[in-house]
């Protein structure tokens, strides 16, 4: 991810989480889920498999819950 991806992705997850929401259904490529992984360590990750599942990006539950 470039610098200007990078500062959208973080755009995007701040939206999302905004208002003390710590839970999120969202779809994320490979590299946005090593990303958060690297970033929130603590953060749990559940693969929800569905039928339109491309290879480019795949839906998560994202919880920073405890």
């Known amino acids: 991810m470039n610098n200007f991806d990078m ?3 973080e755009s995007f997850l701040a939206e999302s989480f905004r208002e003390g929401n710590l839970f999120r259904e969202l779809r994320l ?3 946005e889920i090593e990303h958060l992984k690297n970033k929130y360590p603590r953060a749990r990750f559940n693969k929800i498999v569905t039928q339109d599942d491309s290879e480019d990006r ?4 994202v919880s920073f819950g405890l």
């Open 29 to 31: 490529s490979n590299q």
């Open 58 to 61: 795949i839906w998560y539950e």
């Open 7 to 9: 500062a959208k992705f």
